[in-house]
Structures are given as C-alpha cells and as structure tokens.
C-alpha cells in the first residue's frame, strides 16, 4: 500500500474543504511580521519562542512538511531565504500564493519525506518541521536525513504528537479503545477506523522514537515544551497531547574559536568582521563598556604593540563555548588573563561576554598571612600556543 499516495490526495482534498493547517496567511499578517510582529506555530495553540530562531536575516530555512502558507512566508517576512518541501500539491499552491502576492523568493519542492532528501549536506541553518511525522511510520530515518542537510550548529525545530490522540477514536476522548502502538498496516481494525472516519493513515510514534531517534541521529536536545489539542475533553482537562523540541547539530566551534584568537592576537581587521553576526554585541565587563562587532574589530586592531597569547582551557557551552586565554606583548612585558563566553549564531559569534584582568603577584597582606601557594613557580606561557 502507498499510504502516502493516500494521505497527499487526503491533504488535498481537506486543504479544499477549508482545513486549518492549509489556510495560508493574509497580507496583513505578513506586513506585521516584518515589522517585527509575528509568532510561528509547530504545535495547536502554543507559538515557537523567537530565541529558539535566532537571528533570521540571511538564514537558510527548510520547512519540511511544511506546506501551507502559515509558517515559511513569517520567516520570510522576517528576512530567512526558504526552502518548503511537502508532498501536498495544495499545500504548496498556498506556499507560491503568499510568495508571489508578497513578492519574495521561495524554492518549492514537491517530495516525500521518508525518502532522502534531495538536498547536500549541510545545506541548511534551520529546519522547521511542523506536527506531521505521525503520518509516517518510521521517524527515525526522517531525523537522520535532518542531521546530513543541517549545518553544524543549526537546529532543527519539530512539532510531534505524543500519541495520546491515538488512543481515542474520532471525537470522543471519554473512552479509550485503542492500544499502542497505533499503526494501520499492522492492524487492520485501527486501518478500518481511521478511514470511516476520513482521517488519512496514521501512526503513533513514541518517545523513545521521537526524542531518542534525534539523539540518535546526532543532535543535542535543547529545549521542549508540550502543548494541548487546543479544544476538546483533553484540552480541557489541561492534558499535553504534543510536544515541541529544540534540537541542535553539535557545531564544530573549537577549530572556529582557534582561528577567532589567532586573528584577535594577528589584529588582523580582513579576518575578524566574518567570525560575526551582523547584529554581534561584544560586552567588557570589567570596564562597563559595549560594543558592536566593528567597534570590536577596530579597538582590536588599533590598539598598540604586537601580541600573542595561549588558549589554556576551552569548555563548551550549551550555545556555544568559555575561554581561558592569557595575551602577552610579543616583546615581554605585563600580561593578561581573559575568560570569554561566546553565544554562537550557527557558526558565527552573537554573543561574546569577556573579563580581562592583569597578571601580577599575589599582594602584600596575603603573602604576610601566608595563605595559598603559587600555581607555577615561574611565568611560563600556559596552555597550548595558539
């Protein structure tokens, strides 16, 4: 049986009956969301938070299943260079609808997501990937395809059913019938009621499926949170029936953190505005100050002397990275230490928090108490040369 060849022709056919997830946004809620406005939804009723996005100007978006006109053309509005990819030829007429009525580029690509994706590697910064899987039967090979097209640092974004729905049939949520795991080609009863009751083949998918098969494939959770049907018995008994989830692709930062040192420490001004977001914000604890990347790069660049230094430790972050580095003057003379904590965009810095402080000796009043000893009993350079 191609259930998919069934489900496509049933999307169809609901997004021409007026079905919710196939009415594709106004005008008016295009113009909001580029003015800032704007929510996207992976789940009934709870929006996405805007930090799981981050910075979206210039990022490579894929909405996978996506199709419908609600979730791409936001991003779109808000700056993001889409891709949609959905099986439905009316969900993605909604999609060329809202791109030619707004006038904003989009790919569109009609295929089937429990095939490989007909992208390369590492194409894309983020996937967005809406409540669809449970019209799939394996999951697993869908989160894997979602690692090899996403780019180290980028983040897939996904909207799953938790399986409660599939305990119920139709309506009614006062009874339960059904067993898990709910899947049709195994069951022909379970077949049975979901074409009386016009709701396409379906499966249920389980935790260990759906959050482990994204461990498994590679990706580091980072986030969730559930949601409600949004109406009915469960919804309002406050009952979860979704769940949302951030996932990252583990970046590749401490090659990119090395590379970032070796050119603070060259000074190099060609080099150092790429290691940055457009919006970058660098911040000096220790001397109140704040800065923007180009700041940054010229009060770099135009302070005096030749310098070196050693990155003595890197520990990474669930956004990204800390630093221990110690700066010495290539000709001798004071040093410093300074801890670091970049927030990384994908692979490039959004973030970057330092504290610097002088190398000297211990003072007076704790070398009188006689309290501690000296970690090194000379100066050498520590830590590995950058």
């Known amino acids: 049986m191609n259930y998919q060849k069934i489900n496509a022709e049933m999307i169809d056919r609901w997004v021409k009956e007026g079905w919710e997830w196939g009415k594709p946004v106004d005008h008016k809620t295009f113009e909001k969301a580029r003015n ?18 981050g910075a979206l100007k210039g990022k490579r978006v894929l909405g996978l299943a996506s199709g419908g006109g609600q979730q791409m053309p936001v991003l779109a509005a808000c700056g993001a260079i889409c891709t949609v990819l959905d099986y439905s030829d009316a969900q993605l007429n909604s999609e060329r609808l809202v791109s030619e009525r707004e006038g904003y580029p989009i ?33 697993e090979p869908i989160f894997s395809e979602c690692f090899r097209v996403l780019k180290a640092g980028g983040a897939l974004l996904a909207g799953l059913d938790n399986g409660i729905n599939f305990l119920f049939e139709g309506d009614d949520e006062t009874h339960i019938v059904n067993s898990l795991p709910f899947n049709p080609l195994r069951n022909p009863a ?25 461990l498994r494939a590679g990706f580091r959770l980072v986030d969730l949170y559930e949601d409600t049907n949004g109406e009915g018995r469960l919804h309002a008994l406050g009952i979860p029936s979704f769940v949302a989830t951030r996932a990252i692709k583990p970046p590749q930062q401490e090659a990119r953190v090395r590379a970032f ?11 150092l505005p790429a290691f ?11 001397t109140n100050e704040r800065f923007t ?24 972050t669930e956004s990204g990275c800390v630093t221990v580095v110690r700066v010495y003057p290539k000709g001798g003379g004071a040093s410093f230490h300074v801890t670091s904590f970049f927030t990384f965009d994908v692979d490039r810095i959004a973030r ?35």
């Open 190 to 214: 379970q077949m049975a009621q979901l074409l009386q009751n016009d709701d396409g083949v379906q499966f249920s998918h389980t935790l260990n499926e759906q959050l482990g098969g994204q």
């Open 107 to 139: 790919e569109i690509v009609k295929a089937d997501m429990t095939k490989p994706l007909p992208f390369s590697d590492e194409t894309f910064d983020l996937i967005v990937h809406p409540v669809s899987n449970c019209y799939v039967e394996a999951v």
């Open 36 to 53: 800032g406005d704007w929510d996207v939804l992976l789940t009934p009723t709870v929006p996405v938070p805007h930090a799981w996005f």
């Open 293 to 316: 990347a180009d700041d940054f790069v010229r009060v770099n660049c135009d302070y005096p002397g030749d310098w070196d230094g050693a990155i003595e430790r890197i520990e990474q």
């Open 352 to 386: 970057l928090s330092e504290y610097w402080a002088d190398d000297a000796a211990a003072p007076d009043w704790r070398i009188a108490m006689r309290l501690g000893r000296p970690i090194h009993t000379s100066n050498p350079i520590h830590g590995r040369q950058l």
């Open 261 to 271: 040192w070796r050119a603070v420490l060259d000074q190099d001004r060609e080099a």
């Open 276 to 286: 940055f977001t457009p919006d970058a914000q660098i911040f000096w604890h220790c």
